[in-house]
């Protein structure tokens, strides 16, 4: 007997009361084959948010070297440097909006395909840039594919998942976007930044390759009709030693009682508008604990506080802490669950922006402000505090405490938003309302990375950790009143809870 989705005490709940599942031992039987071949597809599917980790961080180590560029073409201002960062979020935005047509329209693996027509076109303009213009549009269409794959993708690898391993599953679009940032900030190291976006297509392209050997979403090709189609696409990922037949009824009962899209009327039900409500907010506050600023940001603002370390050096240690925060999370996910995850998620970096917003406000600064490469300038903040030199252990602080963000956001509110997401939208709406849910964040995102310099210039760059550490109190509120646990549950029982339980997720 299981307790409901937020642990309510009462009778369980059964989408298919009539057809038991299969027995342990036999999903043994069948696991391993299953598994290697779901990994696989999964693989295949999430080199996409590889590419989307390295293009959101291209701008980490190449403003500071455009902003010492000596070609005038290529110079950039703080304003310009602002726009670069930002206007990535722009463009994932807007892939996000096309998300809300092309996951219904294409199915999600042939979306995931499309994302490398812009994706490809975007490295090519900046590796050939001769100009600002070049490098807008560039970070623009790597921000549309990154948009489109940040809604496709967390669908596909949840639908094509069995109920046991999905939560491992579903943090590998963000373990992967993890080790795609942490590519490219030690490529950084190592390469000028042309080269950097030459790097990037290689992904891109292996990505299109292995995907089109795997096969689409058995759910999507249910609903539209394409039944034996769907039976072999799910056949293939389990196995064909496995018996498929009762997850098929189960998912084929499911996508007939639900054969048409959500209309707007149906949309205002509970059963549809509150896991949506869920997704969204998760989503925003996701964005609003400051994650994007900082890893757009990271190496210019290690530049503008004292650190021992060289800042590049300090930008990829933190990428690796981010990679294997993403690690641990995926392992523990299905056996702590998600809710324990975002609770100890969210107060790690609650904590972590509050030391960085005290040591910045009190602390050392630069021998040096570089006007340039760094945040701030002379002008800002508390004009009496002397100007220090990095001396001691203390100047470790901004690193150590960027690291805890870093691992708190990679442990919980990283993988699990993206992985709950796609696990409660109801399955008429989930191709529409993951776009809208990306839409939405990417959006915030967007006013994130354009103000936070401004800010940071007019009132002092502990302001937004300052912010950020509020932000986290909420979301440690909202975990606890709003999110529901769905750890080892098929994705119709999800959908049967929120059409059938008793409790709100309003306590």
Request: proline fraction near 7%; hydrophobic fraction near 50%; charge should be neutral.
């Amino acid at each position: 007997m299981q307790e409901p989705l937020l642990g309510a005490e009462g009778p369980d709940y059964d989408t298919f009361p009539e057809k038991p599942p299969p027995s342990p031992g036999d999903r043994a039987r069948v696991g391993a084959l299953q598994n290697k071949r779901v990994f696989l597809a999964t693989f295949a599917a999430v080199l996409g948010n590889f590419s989307f980790g390295y293009a959101l961080v291209y701008t980490s180590p190449v403003i500071p070297a455009l902003e010492h560029s000596l070609d005038p073409d290529l110079h950039l201002t703080k304003s310009q440097a602002s726009w670069f960062g930002s206007v990535f979020t722009l463009g994932a935005a807007a892939g996000g909006l096309s998300a809300m047509i092309l996951n219904d329209l294409l199915g999600r693996k042939l979306s995931i395909m499309f994302s490398a027509v812009p994706s490809a076109a975007g490295y090519a303009l900046m590796a050939g840039a001769h100009g600002l213009w070049m490098l807008l549009l560039g970070r623009t269409l790597t921000g549309f594919a990154g948009g489109l794959t940040a809604a496709c993708i967390p669908v596909y690898v949840s639908e094509i998942a069995p109920p046991g391993v999905r939560g491992a599953l579903g943090a590998t679009p963000q373990l992967m976007a993890v080790f795609g940032s942490l590519s490219l900030y030690a490529l950084g190291l190592l390469l000028p930044w042309r080269w950097l976006a030459v790097a990037g297509e290689a992904p891109v392209l292996v990505m299109i390759l292995l995907l089109s050997f795997m096969p689409n979403s058995p759910r999507f090709l249910l609903s539209r009709g394409r039944d034996e189609e769907a039976l072999r696409a799910l056949t293939w990922l389990r196995g064909t030693d496995a018996d498929v037949h009762w997850e098929f009824e189960q998912i084929q009962d499911n996508v007939r009682r639900q054969s048409s899209r959500v209309s707007w009327a149906e949309a205002r039900a509970p059963h549809v508008c509150r896991p949506i409500a869920v997704a969204l907010l998760m989503r925003l506050l996701q964005q609003l604990t400051g994650i994007t600023p900082i890893l757009v940001y990271l190496q210019s603002i290690f530049d503008s506080t004292a650190v021992l370390l060289p800042p590049k050096d300090d930008a990829a240690i933190v990428g690796a802490v981010r990679l294997l925060s993403v690690l641990i999370a995926a392992l523990t996910m299905d056996l702590a669950g998600r809710k324990v995850l975002l609770f100890v998620s969210a107060a790690i970096m609650f904590a972590a922006n509050l030391t960085l917003g005290l040591y910045i406000h009190f602390g050392p600064r630069p021998l040096s402000p570089n006007s340039t490469a760094g945040l701030e300038s002379e002008s800002w903040g508390n004009l009496a505090q002397p100007l220090a030199a990095p001396a001691g252990y203390l100047t470790l602080v901004p690193l150590l405490a960027t690291m805890f963000f870093i691992m708190g956001y990679a442990m919980g509110w990283g993988p699990i938003t993206w992985l709950l997401m796609s696990e409660v939208l109801p399955l008429r709406a989930r191709g529409v309302a993951s776009g809208l849910c990306v839409l939405a964040s990417w959006l915030t995102a967007f006013v994130l990375t354009k103000s936070f310099l401004p800010v940071v210039s007019a009132f002092g760059l502990q302001v937004p950790f300052f912010f950020f550490a509020a932000i986290c109190l909420v979301s440690l509120v909202f975990t606890g009143c709003c999110v529901p646990e769905t750890k080892g549950r098929s994705l119709e029982q999800i959908e049967s809870f929120f059409r059938t339980g008793r409790r709100s997720f309003l306590r």
